[in-house]
Each structure stands twice: as C-alpha cells, then as structure tokens.
Nanobody
Framework: QVQLVESGGGLVQAGGSLRLSCAAS????????MGWFRQAPGKEREFVGR????????YYPDSVKGRFTISRDNAKNVVYLQMSSLQPGVTAVYYC????????????WGQGAQVTLSV
C-alpha cells in the first residue's frame, strides 16, 4: 500500500499563492505517477495535473495551465502543487493520488487539503 498525506491548505487571498505538499510512504517503489485533483462544493472532482515519479514528466489541463506548477522531491518522497494568481473557483478540497502505471487508475488517495479563497 501507499499512504499519502496532503498538507499546506488554508485560507488564501485572491491573487495570492499557496503550495500544497503530498508526502508518500509505504510501497513507493511501485508508484508510477502522482496526480492532483480538486473537488469544489457541489461539483465533481476535477483533475488538475500529474507528474510521473521517475521521469518527472508533467501534464496540466488547460484549466490550470500557467497558474499551477507540480514538482517533486524524490529524496523526500514529496510531490508539490504550487498554485499562483489564485482566482475564484480555487476553493476546493485538493487531493493527491497515486497510480502504478500510465494506464492504471489512481488507486491510493490522500485525505485532502482544504483551500479557501478569501474574498
């Protein structure tokens, strides 16, 4: 199993920045990719990007491209989600999740981190 723990959530002002962390433990050697997702109140879960664990290849959907940055620290087994120029709509619970291959579904999920835009 893989255990994922998100941290770094909180209240942030419009236009500000926030960095979330996802610390992985357990069966880390079998991880292929780590994805970030978010779920706003009353909405479906939305994919906001992913990074492959070994190569560091990154993909962002158009909805966050240019404002979100994913990175990793393999030595610490941590993946980061840097969010900048925060706008309305960013308020959500953010989750990291792990998949064992390129085609595999995300099977292990963190508990989520709440991000709230202050207006």
């Amino acid at each position: 199993q893989v255990q994922l723990v998100e941290s770094g959530g909180g209240l942030v002002q419009a236009g500000g920045s926030l960095r979330l962390s996802c610390a992985a433990s357990g069966r880390i050697f079998s991880m292929y990719k780590m994805g970030w997702f978010r779920q706003a109140p009353g909405k479906e879960r939305e994919f906001v990007g992913r990074i492959t664990w070994s190569s560091g290849s990154i993909y962002y959907p158009d909805s966050v491209k240019g404002r979100f940055t994913i990175s990793r620290d393999n030595a610490k087994n941590v993946v980061y989600l840097q969010m900048s120029s925060l706008q309305p709509g960013v308020t959500a619970v953010y989750y990291c999740a792990e998949a064992m291959s390129a085609a595999a579904k995300y099977d292990y999920w963190g508990q989520g981190a709440q991000v709230t835009l202050s207006v």
